[in-house]
């Protein structure tokens, strides 16, 4: 390998490094203004940091992509902490992973618009149905065990709004995998509007 070379590729990974950083800061900053939804029990809140990770991962990569929502979660355990042992911030995590990884995956073997398209659905399907699991499993227990909520109380959140929520695999049902539908889009909508407009500078 000429030394042209090995310094190129140095270069590279730096601004790659660099690119990773500023985009989980962005993440990061961005996860400070959420809000809340009429539809949703009030710890459900929409957030616009995705976006931020989607288009890294659209731009640099799954690889990148995975590494901007991870360290987005790091800073924020870091800058804000956690009330729950670090298991929602684990929710939180898996629920991003499930969004960007398939979404970049298949963007970087079909980059074309309906390419695009295409990946931003598998990606909001993929973060609706793991976001489901990872609140039945993790995130709803969490919330019940260092919140000291019975789960009959959070249950109760779900049922003042529709009172068809009965129990926990209809609050998942009901309260999360809607509320997550329509963050998925929502960032979907976004991450398509915005990517062309900052993508050259993502490459550069």
């Not at 288009?55 to 590494?67: D, E, K, R």
């Not at 800073?75 to 670090?86: I, M, P, Y």
């Not at 618009?113 to 993790?138: D, E, H, Q």
Request: proline residues 4%; hydrophobic residues 55%.
């Amino acid at each position: 390998m000429s030394a042209h070379t090995m310094i190129s590729s140095k270069t590279s990974r730096v601004q790659w490094i660099a690119k990773v950083s500023i985009l989980a800061a962005i993440a990061f900053v961005l996860m400070l203004f959420e809000i809340p939804l009429p539809f949703a029990p009030s710890f459900y809140k929409l957030g616009f940091d995705e976006v931020a990770v989607m288009l890294g991962g659209f731009a640099l990569g799954p690889l990148a992509g995975a590494a901007i929502e991870t360290l987005k979660v790091v800073l924020n355990v870091l800058f804000q902490g956690s009330d729950t042992a670090f298991v929602g911030e684990l929710s939180n995590l898996l629920i991003g992973l499930s969004l960007v990884v398939p979404s970049a995956l298949f963007y970087q073997r079909h980059k074309t618009l309906k390419g695009a398209m295409i990946a931003l659905m598998i990606g909001v399907v993929s973060m609706a149905l793991i976001g489901c699991l990872a609140n039945y499993f993790i995130a709803l227990p969490a919330y019940s065990y260092f919140y000291g909520l019975p789960m009959n109380v959070i249950i109760g959140m779900g049922s003042a709004i529709l009172p068809l929520v009965q129990d926990k695999l209809t609050f998942v049902l009901l309260m999360t995998l809607p509320f997550n539908l329509v963050k998925g889009i929502v960032v979907a909508l976004l991450t398509a509007v915005l990517y062309k407009r900052v993508s050259y500078l993502l490459h550069r």
